[in-house]
């Protein structure tokens, strides 16, 4: 992808864009990436998000990009400032891995899967349309947004290159 106009979404991150600019986070593993676009005024969001639920809060300034549960209602706000709308919004995700195997598969040690799980559970709260997903199995992702085309680039070592 053309790398002008890069705006990089860091981990626990989330940024928009209006018209013009690739989106792009990368060091998905467990963390799950998820791409909202409103194609008719061509305005794009990106989150890195971290964890599930935010209900498991503990650090003193609050990050609302870390979980799902607020950084997805906060991505929203952000393109509706825009000029996007909730109702022509469409969702892509990636990442959610499960980066290692544990003998017990404790509720605990399922970040990833729950990620996924708790990022659906919020776009269903708000009748946004999964459009396309790259989630789950063992290995990281890096992904690119452009805002122009609503194209989601995967990128992942042992899988190559895909199109969302």
């Known amino acids: 992808m053309i790398q002008e106009n890069l705006i990089k979404v860091g981990m626990a991150d989330l940024n928009v864009a209006h018209k013009t600019g690739v989106l792009k986070t990368t060091g998905l593993g467990s963390c799950v990436g998820v791409t909202?676009?409103?194609?008719?005024?061509?305005?794009?969001?990106?989150?890195?998000?971290m964890l599930p639920s935010s209900d498991i809060?503990?650090?003193?300034?609050?990050?609302?990009?870390?979980?799902?549960?607020?950084?997805?209602?906060?991505?929203i706000r952000l393109m509706?400032?825009?000029?996007?709308?909730i109702r022509r919004m469409e969702a892509k995700m990636a990442g959610g891995a499960q980066?290692?195997?544990?003998?017990?598969q404790s509720d605990s040690m399922r970040i990833g899967p729950r990620n996924v799980e708790s990022c659906k559970e919020v776009l269903h709260r708000y009748s946004i349309p999964i459009k396309a997903e790259d989630t789950g199995a063992n290995y990281?992702?890096?992904i690119e947004f452009d805002c122009q085309t609503g194209i989601l680039v995967v990128r992942s070592v042992q899988h190559g290159v895909k199109e969302l």
């Not at 809060?57 to 799902?68: D, Q, T």
């Not at 509706?80 to 709308?85: I, K, R, T, Y």
């Not at 980066?99 to 017990?104: E, I, K, L, R």
Request: hydrophobic share 50%; no cysteine; proline share 2%.
């Open 36 to 49: 909202l676009y409103d194609a008719k005024v061509k305005v794009a969001g990106m989150a890195h998000i």
């Open 57 to 75: 809060a503990r650090e003193g300034k609050f990050n609302i990009a870390k979980y799902a549960d607020s950084a997805l209602p906060e991505l």
């Open 140 to 142: 990281g992702r890096t």
């Open 80 to 85: 509706q400032a825009l000029g996007a709308e």
């Open 99 to 104: 980066m290692f195997s544990f003998v017990t």
